[in-house]
C-alpha cells in the first residue's frame, strides 16, 4: 500500500513539471482551441423589442427559442443535420410583426439543412404591422358600480370591470374612442377632462402610431346629489 502511494505521489509531481515546463503562451492557445473544433450556427433576430412575454420566434430541431435568447448560437458537428422554422407571425406585449426577411445562411424562413465546416449566421427581420393600445382609467373611488360604462371605444361599450382593456390595432389606422365625462358613483360623482399617454383627449380620433396606453384621469369626486337626504 505504502508503494501504490508513493507511486502515485511521483506520477503527480512528474506532471506538475511537465505542466510548468510548457510557455505560458501555449497554455493558453490550448484553451483557446478546447471545444471550438465544432463551427458556430448563430440566429439573430431584427425589428422586434425585447419583450417579456415568453412568444416563441424560432423552432430550432424542434424546440421553441422565444426573444430573450438572442443572439442564439450552437455549436455542431460538421456534416450533422439540423432544421430551422421562424415565425411567420410573431405576437408581444409591444405590438405585432410579420416575417419580412431572411438572410445570411439561408433566404428561407424554414429549412432542413446539413452543417458545413464553418461558421454561420442567419438573421430574420420581423416588421410591425400592428401596435398594442391600453385603455384605463384612475382616480374612480370604489363606491363607483364595476357595470358603470366608462369607455366607448369603436362604437362598443367598456365597463369599469373590463378596465384596463387592451387590443391591438392596424398601423396608420384611425379609431375612434372617447371617455364618459362625469361618472356617477354612489357617493360621489367623478369628472375628467383629459387622458395621460398617447391621447390628451377624452375623445376623438387617433392614428395609430405605435404601441402604448390612454389613460383617464378623473378629478377628486364631488357629493352626489342622489345620495342627499333632505331635510322634513
Not at 4 to 23: C, D, E, G, H, M
Not at 48 to 68: K, L, M, N
Not at 103 to 124: D, Q, R, W
Not at 128 to 155: C, K, M, W, Y
Request: hydrophobic fraction near 35%.
Amino acid at each position: 500500500m505504502k508503494t501504490k502511494i508513493y507511486l502515485l505521489a511521483v506520477a503527480a509531481l512528474v506532471i506538475v513539471l511537465i505542466v510548468n515546463s510548457i510557455p505560458q503562451s501555449a497554455v493558453s492557445q490550448f484553451i483557446i482551441c478546447q471545444g471550438s473544433n465544432d463551427p458556430t450556427f448563430t440566429f439573430n433576430v431584427e425589428g422586434i423589442e425585447f419583450s417579456d412575454w415568453s412568444t416563441p420566434i424560432v423552432t430550432v430541431d424542434g424546440i421553441d427559442y422565444t426573444i430573450d435568447s438572442f443572439p442564439l448560437s450552437f455549436n455542431w458537428e460538421n456534416e450533422t443535420v439540423h432544421s430551422y422554422v421562424f415565425y411567420e407571425t410573431v405576437t408581444t406585449d409591444q405590438g405585432k410583426f410579420n416575417l419580412s426577411q431572411v438572410s445570411g445562411f439561408s433566404n428561407e424562413s424554414s429549412l432542413i439543412f446539413t452543417m458545413p465546416s464553418e461558421n454561420c449566421n442567419i438573421t430574420a427581420t420581423y416588421t410591425q404591422t400592428h401596435a398594442r393600445i391600453t385603455f384605463n382609467a384612475t382616480g374612480l373611488g370604489e363606491d363607483v358600480p364595476e357595470s358603470t360604462i366608462v369607455l366607448t371605444l369603436e362604437g362598443v361599450d367598456y365597463t369599469l370591470s373590463q378596465l384596463p382593456f387592451s387590443t391591438y390595432f392596424e398601423l396608420n389606422r384611425t379609431i375612434t374612442y372617447v371617455f364618459s365625462e362625469i361618472i356617477q358613483g354612489y357617493s360621489y360623482v367623478y369628472t375628467t377632462t383629459h387622458c395621460e399617454g398617447l391621447a390628451e383627449n377624452i375623445g376623438g380620433g387617433l392614428t395609430v402610431a405605435q404601441s402604448g396606453s390612454i389613460t383617464a384621469i378623473y378629478g377628486t369626486g364631488t357629493v352626489s346629489y342622489t345620495h342627499l337626504t333632505l331635510p322634513t
